[in-house]
């Protein structure tokens, strides 16, 4: 069966740390490009960061930038979110999805994991 499983979440305080992890099961990563999304309560389904095939390129959404860091390990099959100064508006459940193609639309995704619960709050 083919499938991303998503870990990590959880609570953390505000300006806490959470890393996210994706890993793949059936299915070798290196051939897709994997990107995070969110739905945070009440919110549509937003796009958090992308990487592609090789690990070398990357984009986020404006409110990553510089606190989030997407990355790869094609060697374990997974992939990461590593998540600095969160704040109460990134309480969200986080999702990984991953697309054959080169797009990190989410529209384009050929497969989504279940999401991680990650809550800000004190």
């Known amino acids: 069966q083919l499938q991303l499983v998503e870990s990590g979440g959880g609570l953390v305080q505000p300006g806490g740390s959470l890393r996210l992890s994706c890993a793949g099961s059936g299915f070798t990563l290196d051939y897709y490009v994997i990107a995070w999304f969110r739905q945070g309560p009440g919110k549509e389904r937003e796009e958090v960061s992308c990487?592609?095939?090789?690990?070398?390129?990357?984009n986020y959404a404006d409110f990553a930038k510089g606190r989030f860091t997407i990355s790869r390990d094609n060697a374990k099959n997974t992939a990461y979110l590593q998540m600095n100064s969160l704040k109460p508006e990134d309480t969200a459940v986080y999702y990984c999805?991953?697309?054959?193609?080169?797009?990190?639309?989410?529209?384009?995704?050929?497969?989504w994991g279940k999401g991680t619960l990650v809550t800000v709050s004190s």
């Open positions: 999805a991953a697309n054959h193609g080169s797009s990190c639309s989410d529209y384009a995704m050929d497969y």
């Open positions: 990487i592609n095939r090789s690990g070398r390129s990357t």
